[in-house]
């Protein structure tokens, strides 16, 4: 059960971030020089992301073998 919720809610928080990366990815196409930077900072979140993403489905994993 903790491993279906954590499943859900973290690709409900990937599917959303990546619709806003998205979305603010016009404004780094207007103007490339100005947010380079702040382009390399939202990969670098996109990776954490993911490393916490399977943090939290290992964590459903376990909590659903103590239960």
């Known amino acids: 059960m903790f491993t279906i919720a954590s499943l859900f809610f973290a690709s409900l928080i990937a599917w959303w971030a990546g619709r806003m990366n998205e979305k603010d990815r016009e404004s780094y196409d207007n103007n490339p020089d100005i947010y380079r930077i702040q382009l390399h900072m939202r ?4 990776l954490i992301a993911a490393l916490l993403f399977g943090v939290i489905i290992m964590l459903g994993v376990v909590a659903d073998r103590v239960r």
């Open 43 to 46: 990969q670098d979140l996109k």
